[in-house]
């Protein structure tokens, strides 16, 4: 299985990181041991003072495919989820400034929390309660009961289906990986004793205390 991220996919949250929006989608990648999709607690590292949330959408392949034409990217998935890409900010800093590669500030154990998937259908807006569609889904974060971040895929730079085709241009996609489409602004730092929670489109769907 394959935790697929995608960097700079919204741009306030480019220009709050001081980086340029991006012209084509960047990935990089976090282990499967970074999975932490029962939301079990997560434990601050003894190796970073600056670790960070950051809430997005995911999407599950569920089928096999390689070189997807955008067109026919929705025939790959059917469900999303809420999910956190935790990152050691001062371990990120400090390699980018060295020019090397950040993959310890994002890919340490438990750095990919992934609350329940629910299928799109499911999702809706208002009393009519039409599918929302994977691109307008309203999504949020509050830490300690404050709102930190909140955004919707159609603000995304690279809608999924984009992203879904320009990975599979270079890696064959396979059933159960993961797709972290990329965090609204209000990115941020969480201490010992914090309670994230996370809904989208309203509905409660992510739970996380920081121990």
Known sequence: M????????????ASEMKAEAPSEPTFFMKPDSALNP???PLFYPDFTHDLQHEVEIVVRIERLGKCIEPRFAKR?????????????????KKAKAAGLPWLVSKGFDGSAVVGPFVELEELGHGCGQESAGIDNIGFELRRNGELVQKGNTRDMIFPVDELIAYVSRFMTLRTGDLIFTGTPAGVGPVE????????????????LEIK
Do not use: W
Not at 192 to 207: F, N
């Open 76 to 92: 790959y998935y059917n469900s999303v989820a809420l999910g956190i890409d935790f990152t050691a900010r001062d371990l990120q």
């Open 38 to 40: 029962k939301q079990m």
């Open 2 to 13: 394959k935790i697929l991220c995608v960097v700079r996919n919204y741009a306030p949250h």
């Open 192 to 207: 010992v004793g914090d309670v994230l929670e996370g809904s989208i489109e309203g509905r409660p769907m992510l739970r």
